[in-house]
């Protein structure tokens, strides 16, 4: 298969990728349009599909569906880019330069009719996934005001209605899955907030309003950037469909001097005729296959006792806690805030990277010593990009945070945003962490980031920071090749394919409550794998939500992910503490189904498969009497195997389990849990 062909009599590209093709051909004004997203065709057939759809009127628009809108002639959906040129001259009269194809990477070079631009549209095709990943590049050599500049627009085929899945929520509520009829007009699903945010995810799924989790067509788009973006998806009187999207929220603009690169993140597109599951597992092993840095590492359990003391860390308690923790299998100790600088509550410290005298007399290495005498690894909370008022480095530098002279300086947990994209601060972040990353022995961070950005004076700014981010994160893992990183914000407010290229999961949601977890780990999983979901089991009652819920079923729903325990192990019975360590030890046993295995969402539960093993979990909240317990259909089975449960012996027949389903038989209580090993027959 070759990745990109080329049609030059009709000067029409053909992608391809094991399943799918894409096709975009240059109009005779040279716009590059898009043609074709679905299954798969052959270079004849691209050539001979139709160019885009009938203008109706003198107030309609050209009809082509462009690759990246611009605002030159007829062109009234969405603009992708909106570029000023020197007199207020807009719009990008398109002029083909030339095309270049290296293995699946395809770029076309374009400039304009009358300004000296160099616009680049990319594509990356892989051998081995359906996704597609985009993005654009533009050079002037004259400056140039840019008020829009997406990464890609995506074009759906016709069809007669269209539905949009995609994610809302909240602090502790985050990826609420919403599925419903795309508006007619225009759609915006943005974060204006710095960070991708916990009230969206950027993501989204189109299909024609027939698709199941199991069948039908899903066209999807996530784009792989951690800070304000925003996805604009439109559906026209014509019955169009498509999504344009890239960094930065409305309202800002961006100062190009001549001369200089602009370089948007990817946009990735995937179509799937196998239903939203199908789109989900495509993603999955994208992220694993692309994305990741470390993908075939199992996930350390992790133990982390922020729910447990709060802000009261100490040397005493953290020593007893660890002792606690390596007793039920944990095999990472992560310290989280408060073990540095004057940190005693959230109105002071953050800054001072150093551990705070009191609690930590003798440094961190008594603390880290007795973590590694039990065997665990040892990690360690930071929040680099954040300080608070009260702190030696803000009175030292008061002029580091995002601020506008003369306004007032909006606190959010009593904090405010240090300004990473002025290089003097990027460089003090990454010499401290370099510096604390090489004085312990540390093996894992947790990044937390916890407040939107206000105030910021300089619309660069917005994309800076988040470059400066990555480039830290990235240099500090070069430098530590041993080092492991988890990405917080306040629970899930950075959770996105920019963030995962370097680092190995995200903090899913600071809502630890089992049972609200389901529906958070049920949108979650639409688009990223369950090796990156941490997931913790805590104390019953849940600090947050108050809801009683017995231990297994903690489990259960936390094993569906990166395991950790967050609770009280203080307040835990010896019974409870056994209880604990069983069910550590049998997700150690199932962790690879789980974590490197093809997941498959059922009514009520996960089913994972991998190699010649199959678990499913299974859980339920409350349930009114009289309620039908639905089927657990398994998926993906040979209908012709056998699969012996490994804990009862009982023999199941794997066209049976697709067909009539794994029988369970929970007990009526609330909560009931179960979780399901099979191994197929040799
Ligand atoms: C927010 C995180 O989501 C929590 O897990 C915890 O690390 C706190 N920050 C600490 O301030």
Redesign the pocket.
């Known amino acids: 298969m070759q990745p990109v062909t080329f049609d030059a009599a009709s000067r029409t590209w053909l992608l391809r990728t094991p399943a799918t093709s894409y096709v975009l051909r240059l109009d005779a004004g040279d716009v590059p349009v898009h043609l074709h997203w679905g299954p798969v065709l052959t270079l004849e057939q691209a050539a001979a599909l139709p160019s885009g759809t009938r203008q109706s009127s003198s107030f309609d628009g050209t009809g082509a569906l462009d690759e990246l809108v611009t605002e030159a002639g007829a062109r009234f959906h969405t603009p992708s880019l909106q570029i000023v040129f020197p007199g207020g001259v807009r719009g990008v009269d398109w002029r083909f330069k030339a095309h270049e194809s290296d293995g699946g990477h395809l770029v076309l070079r374009f400039g304009d009719a009358h300004e000296p631009l160099e616009l680049e549209l990319h594509y990356r095709v892989h051998d081995d996934s359906d996704v597609i990943e985009r993005w654009t590049r533009l050079v002037c050599r004259v400056p140039v005001t840019l008020l829009r500049c997406d990464s890609a627009a995506w074009s759906v085929p016709m069809r007669d209605g269209y539905r949009l899945s995609h994610v809302t929520g909240d602090w502790s509520a985050e990826h609420g899955l919403h599925r419903t009829e795309l508006a007619a007009g225009e759609t915006t699903l943005t974060s204006r907030r710095g960070l991708t945010s916990h009230a969206a995810n950027p993501w989204v799924m189109l299909d024609a309003g027939d698709a199941t989790e199991r069948h039908g067509e899903v066209w999807s788009g996530a784009l792989a950037w951690s800070g304000s973006w925003r996805i604009t998806v439109t559906r026209d009187a014509a019955g169009r469909a498509g999504w344009t999207g890239g960094f930065g929220h409305e309202g800002l603009s961006w100062r190009l001097e001549p001369g200089e690169e602009w370089v948007t993140p990817v946009f990735a597109g995937l179509y799937s005729a196998h239903g939203h599951g199908g789109a989900s597992r495509t993603w999955h092993d994208y992220v694993s296959r692309h994305v990741l840095p470390e993908p075939g590492e199992l996930r350390p359990v992790v133990y982390?006792a922020?729910e447990a003391v709060g802000f009261d860390v100490g040397e005493a308690n953290q020593k007893e806690l660890a002792a606690l923790a390596a007793q039920v299998g944990a095999e990472l100790f992560v310290m989280?805030?408060?073990w540095f600088g004057g940190r005693t509550s959230?109105r002071a410290g953050l800054g001072d990277w150093w551990p705070n005298p009191d609690r930590f007399p003798g440094g961190l290495a008594p603390l880290i010593d007795e973590v590694h005498r039990h065997g665990m690894r040892f990690g360690l909370?930071v929040?680099p990009e954040m300080v608070n008022p009260d702190s030696d480095l803000y009175r030292a530098h008061p002029d580091w945070v995002l601020h506008q002279p003369g306004r007032p300086r909006t606190e959010l947990r009593h904090q405010l945003v240090l300004d990473l994209s002025r290089p003097e601060v990027a460089y003090w972040a990454q010499e401290w962490l370099n510096r604390l990353v090489s004085e312990h022995e540390i093996d894992f961070l947790?990044w937390?980031c916890?407040r939107a950005f206000t105030e910021v004076a300089d619309d660069r700014a917005w994309i800076g920071h988040v470059r400066a981010v990555y480039a830290i994160l990235d240099r500090l893992r070069a430098d530590h090749p041993h080092l492991r990183v988890e990405a917080?914000?306040?629970?899930g407010g950075r959770t996105d394919l920019g963030i995962l290229a370097r680092t190995d999961q995200v903090?899913t949601s600071?809502n630890t409550d089992a049972f609200d977890r389901i529906a958070i780990q049920h949108g979650f999983s639409q688009l990223y794998p369950a090796r990156v979901m941490a997931a913790w089991v805590t104390d019953s009652p849940n600090p947050l939500t108050r809801r009683r819920t017995p231990l297994a079923f903690r489990f259960h729903v936390a094993m569906a992910g990166a395991l950790g325990i967050g609770g009280d192990l203080l307040r835990w019975s010896p019974e409870e503490l056994d209880q604990a360590a069983a069910l550590v030890a049998v997700h150690k046993d199932i962790r690879p189904v789980v974590q490197l295995g093809v997941q498959h969402r059922l009514p009520y539960g996960m089913q994972y498969a991998h190699e010649d093993r199959v678990v499913v979990l299974a859980w339920r909240g409350p349930v009114r009497h009289g309620t039908p317990e639905p089927r657990l259909r398994l998926e993906g089975l040979d209908p012709l195997g056998r699969y012996t449960d490994e804990d009862s012996g009982v023999l199941h027949h794997g066209a049976v389990l697709m067909s009539a389903g794994l029988p369970l038989d929970l007990p009526a209580d609330d909560y009931a849990s179960a979780l399901v090993r099979l191994r197929r027959e040799a």
């Open positions: 982390n922020w989280d805030d408060a959230d909370w929040e947790k937390d916890n917080c914000a306040g629970g903090w600071d």
